[in-house]
Nanobody, 123 residues
Framework: VQLQASGGGLVQAGGSLRLSCAASGRTFSRHAVGWFRQAPGKEREFVAA????????SYVDSVKGRFTISRDNAKNTAYLQMNSLKPEDTAVYYCASDPYGSAWSSAKDYDYWGQGTLVTVSS
């Protein structure tokens, strides 16, 4: 499985972006998917996760109510809708997937990673 993250860019505070994570491979529909981010000088942190069927999601507290993770298995794509963006959301965002479907908020549990897409939120 190869993952391609896209949709990042420069946005003003309060704005919105939608990130996409397009996957190759027929098994992606059974993968758990997570979004992580890494700001300059900081460690990579968990942002959101979704199970293979889309029936269960999880978010880091700092994005709850603002970000929504979703997926379209027919399109082999997962999304991260980001609203009410804040300057502290500035980071490189990575999508990741776990073929065993058990990964959640721990980066070490994900087997496949996309290349990252930069989100910059100006104040």
């Amino acid at each position: 499985v190869q993952l391609q993250a896209s949709g990042g860019g420069l946005v003003q505070a309060g704005g919105s972006l939608r990130l996409s994570c397009a996957a190759s491979g027929r098994t992606f529909s059974r993968h758990a998917v997570g979004w992580f981010r890494q700001a300059p000088g900081k460690e990579r942190e968990f942002v959101a996760a979704i199970n293979w069927s889309g029936t269960s999601t999880s978010y880091v507290d700092s994005v709850k109510g603002r970000f929504t993770i979703s997926r379209d298995n027919a399109k082999n794509t997962a999304y991260l809708q980001m609203n009410s963006l804040k300057p502290e959301d500035t980071a490189v965002y990575y999508c990741a997937s776990d073929p065993y479907g058990s990964a959640w908020s721990s980066a070490k549990d994900y087997d496949y990673w996309g290349q990252g897409t930069l989100v910059t939120v100006s104040s």
